[in-house]
């Protein structure tokens, strides 16, 4: 049942309203505010790194940007479809299981979600003509992996937020 939110059967949490990630995140109505928030997710995930790996982090998403001017928003709109169908999966299996919150979920399989999500990102980057882009997400690639686990808790709770 699209669109109602009730207590879901198992006592905990609610029932999940969309039967999948593409019908409520893609819809040409909602895309929109799932970029804009998408891109504040990822603003604020690069800002609360720390250390010199996070100096590293900041450093390259600084310089991706002077790059190109709202490159991380257009990024994210024209990966988007390439992150829902990634997510799906999940999203389908989320469904099913007594969990309380789509971020919880995630978390809970920790290395296979950021493998499916990294591949939508490993492809975007060697398919790109833009050497400083690419040089940058080289640079970036081998701590990907630890930085998306470490936001899958958020980023899940924001594709719920959407999807309902």
Not at 110 to 116: D, G, I, K, N, T
């Amino acid at each position: 049942m699209y669109g109602a939110v009730s207590p879901h059967p198992n006592g905990k949490g609610l029932t999940h309203v969309a039967d999948t990630l593409k019908a409520s995140l893609l819809d040409s109505d909602r895309r929109s505010a799932v970029v804009a928030d998408l891109q504040d997710f990822v603003d604020r995930e690069v800002a609360g790194k720390g250390g010199l790996s996070g100096g590293v982090i900041k450093t390259g998403y600084a310089a991706v940007k002077r790059v190109r001017p709202g490159i991380i928003r257009s990024a994210i709109d024209s990966m988007l479809d390439e992150f829902v169908t990634a997510l799906e999966p999940h999203w389908a299996a989320y469904q099913s299981q007594p969990v309380p919150g789509f971020g919880a979920f995630l978390a809970g399989r920790p290395h296979e979600v950021a493998q499916s999500l990294l591949a939508v990102t490993d492809r975007r980057a060697e398919r790109s003509s833009r050497a400083a882009v690419t040089s940058v997400y080289g640079k970036l690639r081998p701590k990907g992996e630890q930085n998306v686990i470490e936001s899958l808790p958020r980023l899940g709770d924001l594709v719920e937020r959407h999807a309902g």
